[in-house]
């Protein structure tokens, strides 16, 4: 456990018939933003390699971080990201810096 005594903050979230097999098709920040269609593109590739099934349905595994570094320009969080890469116990965000708060997330 990378915390112990901390519940882990994943859970199996069933995956409706909505979604179907192709959960990133219809996202629409892939319209904007080249660089999200790429990412979406990788992510679709391996989705169903994570796919858990039961009694006939399928589960995907969902998960919230433990953590964010936030920072400032010129703050260190680069050093900082760049130190945390190498601990094999330390898991990443495909996006570096998914500017959750900010407008550019829009």
Same mark, same amino acid.
């Given at each position: ?56 349905? @399928? ?7 433990? *953590?964010? /570094? #936030?920072?400032? $320009?010129?703050?260190? &969080?680069?050093?900082? +990201?760049? @130190? ?7 898991? *990443?965000? /495909? #996006?570096?810096? $998914?500017?959750?708060? &900010?407008?550019?997330? +829009?």
């Amino acid at each position: 456990h990378f915390f112990p005594g901390v519940k882990s903050p994943c859970w199996y979230q069933e995956i409706s018939k909505e979604l179907g097999s192709d959960p990133y098709k219809s996202n629409r920040f892939t319209l904007r933003s080249k660089t999200f269609k790429n990412i979406c593109d990788h992510m679709r590739a391996d989705f169903h390699q994570h796919v858990w099934r039961r009694d006939g349905r @399928r589960f995907r595994l969902r998960c919230l971080p433990y *953590f964010y /570094i #936030i920072g400032q $320009p010129k703050c260190g &969080t680069t050093d900082l +990201f760049h @130190r945390l890469l190498m601990l094999p116990e330390v898991k *990443f965000n /495909i #996006i570096k810096e $998914p500017h959750w708060w &900010t407008r550019k997330r +829009f």
